[in-house]
């Protein structure tokens, strides 16, 4: 697993949310703790696994790694990416079993979570529905004032889904219940 660590798990803190951006060859996650309006950039990574091995080994490893930092970071809440797949579905069937496999650590933790499809990630992020992945990139660097653009770039996107839910459930406790 992959891991460039900007802050340790520890209290004192508001929201810590985990953003995922599914995938069987790399996993994104990204980490950041949100106190009122503000966000903070606590962890990214991204966890790989290696093609041609078996299926189950595959998302056993991914299982276990996120489960470790899952523990490592203790989020208060989640997002996950929807699935986008275009015209190639056979492609996107990887892919949706190691999406399940987050939603199950995610459950297991009894965690909240959220979902953003891309273009919904890439409003929140950067403004605009259709911007690149370079934009998106960039404008992630700026707000968690990162001195360079995250990688992997499976990181880098995890990190827009916790930028995005941040956002969009600003105002709101992690409990579901509206901030006074």
Request: proline share 4%.
């Amino acid at each position: 697993m992959r891991r460039n660590s900007g802050a340790a798990a520890g209290g004192g803190r508001g929201r810590r949310i985990i953003g995922i951006d599914p995938g069987l060859a790399s996993t994104g996650w990204g980490v950041l703790d949100c106190d009122g309006g503000r966000v903070r950039h606590v962890d990214h990574g991204s966890i790989e696994t290696k093609a041609g091995r078996p299926m189950a080994e595959r998302l056993l490893r991914i299982m276990e790694s996120l489960r470790a930092v899952l523990d490592a970071h203790e989020p208060t809440e989640s997002a996950v990416e929807i699935l986008y797949f275009g015209k190639n579905v056979s492609s996107a069937i990887p892919v949706a079993e190691a999406r399940g496999v987050a939603f199950v650590a995610l459950a297991e933790r009894g965690l909240p979570v959220a979902e953003f499809r891309p273009n919904e990630i890439k409003q929140g992020v950067t403004g605009v529905s259709s911007a690149d992945k370079r934009q998106v990139q960039e404008m992630v660097r700026v707000i968690l004032g990162l001195s360079r653009k995250p990688s992997p770039d499976h990181a880098a996107d995890a990190l827009g889904v916790a930028i995005c839910a941040a956002n969009h459930f600003a105002g709101y406790a992690a409990d579901g219940s509206g901030a006074s």
